[in-house]
């Protein structure tokens, strides 16, 4: 029912306002809070706090009160609109649940007041920590660790064992003979790092992550005679020592740059169904 005036044996009376406590929130806690409350949000949509659900997440407005109609909460959880049904892996709300959302997002979508946290928690995990310098040098914490843990360290390693490591290392590759009576080890490093083989030795872990192959490899296996320029890129993007944010923009929509070259739009195979 909604939010206003309806007619009742031909006598116009005010609907009830829907309570959200008693009637929405059981429907939310049940069927969104798992992946859109305080713990968890999915694309940036929060629920359960008034200012965040307005606001919406990565995809935009997910409610316009008193607007049920336009609001695209409602769109997925009865679904239509041609979006994707919620909650995830249904077909959508029951019409009676539908019918309450509906009811209160018409009447302005209201939420009791009492205060929740606009913060949205932050992860402990390590990888969104932010970046600090330890102190002392990597040696020195090793060295601390072999200490706390009873070991000895190695003895040093000849010097044509230090050069095969970095070199196998950095472009997958032995020294050659004549490079060992070289015994500057950060001349290698530069000279390493400069060398053409360097991208193609870390551009491998992208291409394997990206399931690049030169054929399809499946039932028909055929062939993607142009694959190899979407690897041309990733390797000479990785020799550039292209910042990883454009890394990945230019591969997820290098074709909508503004102005887009064409390396760039090549950089968007990545995104093609057919190659790489």
Sequence with gaps: MKFGWILWLGTAVAAEPVDFVKQVEPILAAKCYVCHGAAKQVSGLRLDDRAQALAGGYNGTAIVPGKAAESPLIHRVSNTHGLKAMPMGSTGLPAAEVAVLKAWIDGGAAYPARTVSAARPVSKHWAFQPVTRPAGT??????????????????????????????????????????????NYERHVDRLLASPQFGERWA??????????????????????????????????????????????????????????????VATGFQHPDEP
């Design 138 to 183: 990597i040696d020195s914490l090793i060295r601390a660790r072999l200490v706390k843990e009873g070991l000895q360290a190695s003895a040093p390693a000849a010097w044509e064992s230090l050069l095969r490591r970095v070199s196998l290392d950095l472009t997958g590759l032995p020294p050659a003979p004549e490079e060992i009576a070289d015994t």
């Design 204 to 265: 491998r872990h992208w291409l394997y992550q990206a399931r690049y192959a030169d054929s399809d490899g499946y039932e028909k296996d055929w062939e993607r005679p142009w694959a190899w320029r979407w690897r041309h890129w990733v390797v000479e993007a990785i020799n550039r020592d292209m910042p990883f944010d454009q890394f990945t923009r230019e591969q997820v929509a290098g074709d909508l740059l503004p102005g887009a070259t064409v390396e760039q739009q």
